[in-house]
């Protein structure tokens, strides 16, 4: 299976799914669903931010992890029917179906959400479905703040307001995942890790970016925490086709770029003598498997 996890993993970037796309940034049902689909005949199976960013990637041998994640809560990406389930073309709603598909293809996803998430089902009932349902929900700050203009204090503010409000919600939840607005880090950067504001302590454990390329390994040298880079969901055309998910999902199937295939067991690190990545400071000596 030429196991290596220190390869490469894309963290998928999308926004609005909607039948008529108003920006870039935008799919439609049907072009999630084809996306999703070549993931899962390709050997993809998602994890969480969360899973992907603390090395807890546990995946069939000869499997890549992807991580799809989902930004600004709107109702495009989820929403409850009358009958209790996530309608049909929203993002949640195409995901299962897809993964009722493919058994090995698991609906797992994580949602960046700011205050008044998942307006139309009410962000109280939409988040609680989601924990219940595997779903991590990570924070993207109360209120979609530009966190380098924001300075020291309101930038700490905001990012303690998003996680209060979704912990408030749903009891049990741990947020440990941040998203940045508009990929723009605060200042200094290490502040999107941890800190504090009105009684609310921050620990996160990965800070997401915007773009534009598929993330290293958590085990190798070259992964920080403090600034993950994701791939935004869109075709391989136009002048970004370079930074799109089809060129980037092309480059690792072809073996441009070497990609995470596991080894099938979450407790060793196993990749080629050969490959270009080398383990971090997190990987412990035991744990590793060159060969």
Do not use: C
């Not at 926004?15 to 870039?24: C, D, I, N, R």
């Not at 989902?70 to 109702?75: C, G, R």
């Not at 949640?92 to 205050?115: C, M, Q, S, W, Y």
């Amino acid at each position: 299976m030429r196991a290596n996890e220190l390869g490469a993993v894309p963290v998928l970037m999308y926004h609005q799914v909607l039948e008529k796309p108003k920006s870039a940034y935008d799919r439609t049902p049907k072009d999630l669903r084809a996306e999703l689909e070549r993931l899962a005949r390709e050997g993809y199976v998602p994890v969480t931010a969360g899973d992907f960013e603390t090395g807890r990637i546990d995946i069939p041998a000869g499997a890549h992890p992807v991580v799809l994640t989902f930004d600004d809560s709107t109702d495009s990406q989820f929403r409850l029917g009358a009958d209790g389930e996530p309608t049909k073309n929203s993002a949640i709603g195409v995901l299962r179906a897809v993964a009722r598909e493919h058994p090995d293809f698991k609906a797992r996803a994580t949602l960046f959400v700011n205050g008044d998430a998942f307006a139309a089902t009410g962000q109280k009932k939409a988040l609680t479905w989601l924990h219940k349902n595997g779903f991590e929900i990570g924070n993207h700050t109360l209120d979609h703040a530009n966190l380098a203009q924001s300075g020291p204090a309101k930038a700490r503010a905001q990012i303690a307001a998003g996680q209060r409000s979704i912990e408030r919600d749903v009891p049990g939840a741990r947020v440990r995942s941040l998203a940045l607005p508009y990929g723009i880090r605060p200042e200094p950067a290490d502040l999107a890790l941890t800190g504090s504001a009105s009684g609310t302590k921050y620990r996160n454990r990965g800070v997401y970016l915007v773009g534009a390329n598929p993330a290293p390994s958590p085990y190798a040298d070259d992964f920080d925490p403090v600034g993950i880079p994701r791939v935004r969901s869109a075709p391989a055309k136009g002048k970004d086709a370079k930074y799109s998910s089809e060129h980037w999902l092309d480059q690792l199937a072809a073996g441009k770029l070497a990609r995470y295939t596991s080894d099938g067991d979450p407790n060793h690190i196993s990749y080629p003598k050969d490959t270009a990545a080398r383990p971090g400071k997190t990987a412990k000596k035991d744990q590793l498997r060159p060969y």
